[in-house]
């Protein structure tokens, strides 16, 4: 199994991820939001440029959110899908986050076609 940092490097991460993991901050490729709602899961993140940028890995600033100061730096970050950050922040200064469910929805769709198409069960 590859490595953590080598996975974010593969999956063109910012650098601040990949310290980081090589610092043993973060230990796992898996979003860490309470809530993840990647229809593909926890474990799953496409490469930046990928088809769709929702699913690729992102700096959540952790325990000190940025809009309360927090800095980027290893021991204020953990890994999160970057819709999965960015519905968490909604949640968080009460802004509606409707349409982001709504691409949750559609990349769910779509994954279920590709899933049948592909002869795959459904996840």
């Known amino acids: 199994m590859k490595s953590v940092v080598a996975e974010l490097k593969r ?16 230990t796992e490729l898996e979003c860490m939001m309470d809530t993840c709602y990647c229809p593909r899961g926890r474990g ?12 690729r890995p992102t700096n959540d600033h952790y325990p000190i959110l940025a809009c309360e100061g927090g800095r980027e730096r290893v021991d204020n970050s953990r890994l999160a899908h ?7 922040y909604s949640k968080l200064i009460n802004r509606s986050y409707t349409k982001d469910l709504a691409r949750v929805e559609a990349a769910r769709q779509a994954w279920l076609l590709l899933d049948a198409s592909e002869g795959r069960p459904a996840a």
């Open 11 to 26: 999956l063109k991460a910012r650098p601040i991820l990949t310290r980081a993991a090589a610092a043993g901050k973060i």
């Open 44 to 55: 799953y993140f496409e490469p930046l440029g990928g088809d769709s940028p929702d699913w």
């Open 82 to 88: 970057r819709l999965c950050n960015r519905v968490d």
